[in-house]
């Protein structure tokens, strides 16, 4: 079975490492779709501080990711084609937008498996990039 999961995977951290090793244990191969910086724009207020290539880079030298893939658009039914997902793991901050439920529909459309998963609020890239630059306002030491 072929998990797919995606995201922008910008300072990768625990959080991240939770998330990809629960896919694992849920099929024989993850893949893993990498939000463009122009996909980022979309849904996010700031861009990566990791480039795309080494974002995809750093995925691919985890055991627990079998593929990793760059998306340069909101539509995650192309990709789960190509990766010929059975199950779509998403966050709990999925959502009801357009694409979204699209790539929902096609999936339960072709018995494939949805799986929902919580976050944990310690985690976040943009939570980690606002206590760097509160740290270097302040001049704290990291």
């Known amino acids: 079975?072929?998990?797919?999961?995606?995201?922008?995977?910008?300072?990768?951290?625990?959080g991240h490492l939770a998330l990809l090793e629960y896919c694992a244990t849920l099929g024989d191969t993850v893949a893993v779709g990498v939000a463009s910086d122009e996909v980022v724009k979309l849904y996010k207020p700031n861009i990566p501080v990791i480039p795309l290539g080494q974002r995809i880079e750093m995925l691919l030298a985890l055991r627990c990711v079998d593929t990793a893939l760059p998306y340069h658009e909101l539509d995650y039914i192309g990709v789960c084609k190509k990766v010929k997902a059975?199950?779509?793991?998403?966050?709990?901050?999925?959502?009801?937008?357009?694409?979204?439920?699209?790539?929902?529909?096609?999936?339960?459309?072709?018995?494939k498996k949805i799986v929902q998963v919580q976050y944990n609020p310690r985690n976040s890239s943009t939570?980690?990039?606002?206590?760097?630059?509160?740290?270097?306002a302040t001049g704290k030491r990291i």
């Open 127 to 136: 939570k980690i990039k606002k206590d760097v630059l509160s740290l270097q």
């Open 86 to 111: 059975d199950i779509f793991v998403i966050g709990e901050d999925w959502g009801a937008k357009p694409h979204n439920r699209g790539v929902e529909d096609f999936l339960r459309s072709q018995g």
């Open 1 to 14: 079975m072929v998990v797919y999961t995606v995201g922008t995977f910008d300072l990768l951290h625990v």
